[in-house]
């Protein structure tokens, strides 16, 4: 796996790879998963992709992202779907000048519409550029499926003595009210879902199958 941090110019002179971009955030993962969870996950996915393309690079990561509905937990940081759009077509209106082209993985959902529209737009420019974003059938924010993946990623970084269940109902029924009032007001812990019975072993494999799809959803991209 190449880090385009870790070269420099010469080693970009005369080819054109394709730039993998970790797209995560900075907020609140509940009282035991680290603030930089969903960056986390992107980085490994695209490291994955990295270590089965040679003809990938990947970039250092963005770890902030729109998450203003996790205001109101110490920590989180947010840029906001404006901002977030505005850097994502820039840095794709750059990277045309030294890759082939840009893919996006996105570990926040809550970047997703401003992440369309930015792609949107530069494909509309001509730009070769496609987005991925993971999704995991489970609860929805800190619970099994993210603790389970940060297990496998940063187990250091868990604080298992720390997780307790959350607001367990269906995102369906909470999304009027996250949307208005964030997730503060329907789950004072800032956790959707369960933590119980997260294990390495699961994280591991949902890892393994959400590489799986990016590495073949690149492959005909590429073709």
Same mark, same amino acid.
């Given at each position: 796996?190449?880090?385009? @941090?870790?070269?420099?110019?010469?080693?970009?002179?005369?080819?054109?790879?394709?730039?993998?971009?970790?797209?995560?955030?900075?907020?609140? +993962?509940?009282? +035991?998963?680290?603030?930089?969870?969903?960056?986390?996950?992107?980085?490994?996915?695209?490291?994955?992709?990295?270590? =089965?393309?040679?003809?990938?690079?990947?970039?250092?990561?963005? !770890?902030?992202?729109?998450?203003? =509905?996790?205001?109101?937990?110490? @920590?989180?940081?947010?840029?906001?779907?404006?901002?977030?759009?505005?850097?994502?077509?820039?840095?794709? /209106?750059?990277?045309?000048?030294?890759?082939?082209?840009?893919?996006?993985?996105?570990?926040?959902?809550?970047?997703?519409?401003?992440?369309? /529209?930015?792609?949107?737009?530069?494909?509309?420019?001509?730009?070769?550029?496609?987005?991925?974003?993971?999704?995991?059938?489970?609860?929805? +924010?800190?619970? /099994?499926?993210?603790?389970?993946?940060?297990?496998?990623?940063? !187990?250091?970084?868990? /604080?298992?003595?720390?997780? =307790? !269940? @959350?607001? =367990?109902?269906?995102?369906?029924?909470?999304?009027?009210?996250?949307?208005?009032?964030?997730?503060?007001?329907?789950? !004072?812990?800032?956790?959707?879902?369960?933590?119980?019975?997260?294990?390495?072993?699961?994280?591991?494999?949902?890892?393994?199958?959400?590489?799986?799809?990016?590495?073949?959803?690149?492959?005909?991209?590429?073709?």
């Amino acid at each position: 796996m190449t880090a385009l @941090g870790n070269m420099t110019w010469p080693d970009l002179d005369g080819v054109k790879p394709v730039l993998a971009v970790p797209l995560g955030s900075t907020e609140q +993962h509940g009282p +035991h998963l680290p603030l930089s969870t969903d960056t986390d996950i992107a980085v490994v996915l695209c490291e994955l992709l990295a270590a =089965e393309r040679d003809d990938v690079v990947v970039a250092p990561p963005l !770890p902030y992202g729109s998450s203003g =509905e996790h205001a109101g937990f110490p @920590g989180t940081l947010s840029i906001g779907q404006e901002a977030f759009e505005r850097l994502v077509l820039e840095l794709v /209106r750059s990277a045309a000048a030294s890759f082939a082209g840009v893919i996006f993985v996105c570990g926040h959902g809550g970047n997703a519409e401003a992440l369309l /529209r930015a792609v949107t737009q530069a494909r509309a420019e001509g730009r070769e550029v496609m987005m991925f974003l993971p999704r995991w059938d489970g609860d929805p +924010h800190a619970g /099994r499926i993210e603790t389970s993946m940060m297990l496998a990623v940063r !187990p250091d970084w868990v /604080r298992l003595e720390m997780a =307790e !269940p @959350g607001n =367990e109902e269906a995102l369906q029924v909470l999304l009027p009210r996250l949307r208005d009032e964030g997730v503060r007001a329907v789950s !004072p812990n800032g956790v959707l879902g369960d933590p119980t019975g997260a294990s390495e072993a699961e994280g591991a494999s949902l890892l393994d199958q959400a590489a799986t799809r990016l590495i073949a959803d690149v492959a005909r991209w590429r073709r």
